[in-house]
């Protein structure tokens, strides 16, 4: 059997539209393969709650609102229906209120009761006003800010009677006032500035400083090591012992002096005796002549000959002249 084109259109078209209307509605929330759990809420005031917005029980999404409707043309109430997508157990005394967040779109909240008894589909839940956070904190700043209007108008008074004192004399002190603080400002800004101010160079020549210190950090390591090293050292060293040897060696030498001072010794009677500085030094003159004779008639003394021949002769008889002892020194 052939299917004409016009029939397959048709068919597509309405498969089509099954599809777009079922997406919509799940889009929406409703699952039309599930049979709907239904209950109700009746608000004084809606809000900023609309449809397709969530109800949650503990923060947890339980359903969706699917429709608001009046309850009657005085406007004595707005009917919430409530599409329930879990089984849940809502004890009868549970009360549901709009909760508006700082961020976000508004949403039934359900607040659980304790009776044993659960609602059924059909069932209307108690309401209440939630004192939401925007209305908290509005009735927390009212009085203060009746208090900062009262300060203000203080304030409006104050300057008011100020500028009645001020004179032309005090408002062109005050300019110039004013005048000299946008000076100091300016230097301090001078002053202040990152790239070229005195401040900026003194932190610079302080940050090298510092990495100086950083990269000598070693050597200071090594010298203080060092220290410890010779402090520890002359901590050991025994000081009163050698301070005994110097007394000790003190008064030897202060015996010695002594000694020499004394004239019936012998380094005495050598200081002090004038005729043994006398022959002592005759005996020097005298050897001081032999040397000289030596060294100028050797052959005198020493008579060698290696081939055998005889010295010719030419002896010195006599020495050669020297300095003698002066008579008075005799």
Known sequence: MKISNETKVGVLTISALTIL????????????????????????????????????????????????????????GIVATINLKEEVNIPKDSKALI?????????????KGGSPEFMIPGDTLTTKVDIGILDDVKAQLTPTLTKVRGTLDSLNNVFGSINGVINNQTKIELQQTLANLNKASSSLNGLLDNQTGPLAKTLNNASAITEGFKKSSADIDSIIKNAKKATGKLAALEIQPAIDSLQAMISQLKSTAASIADPNGTLGALMTDRTLYNRLTDAILSAEILI???????????NLSIFGKKDKGGYLNSPLPKDTVPAENK
């Open 21 to 76: 209307i079922l997406g919509f509605n799940y889009l929406k929330g409703k699952d039309i393969f599930k049979k709907s759990r239904k209950i109700y809420a009746v608000f004084d005031d809606l809000g900023s709650l609309a449809k397709s917005n969530e109800v949650k029980i503990n923060g947890y999404v339980i359903g969706i609102v699917t429709e608001l409707k009046a309850m009657d043309k005085d406007m004595s």
């Open 99 to 111: 909760s508006t967040p700082l961020v976000g779109a508004a949403f039934i909240d359900i607040e």
């Open 292 to 302: 000289d004779d030596l060294k100028a008639h050797p052959k005198r003394y020493v």
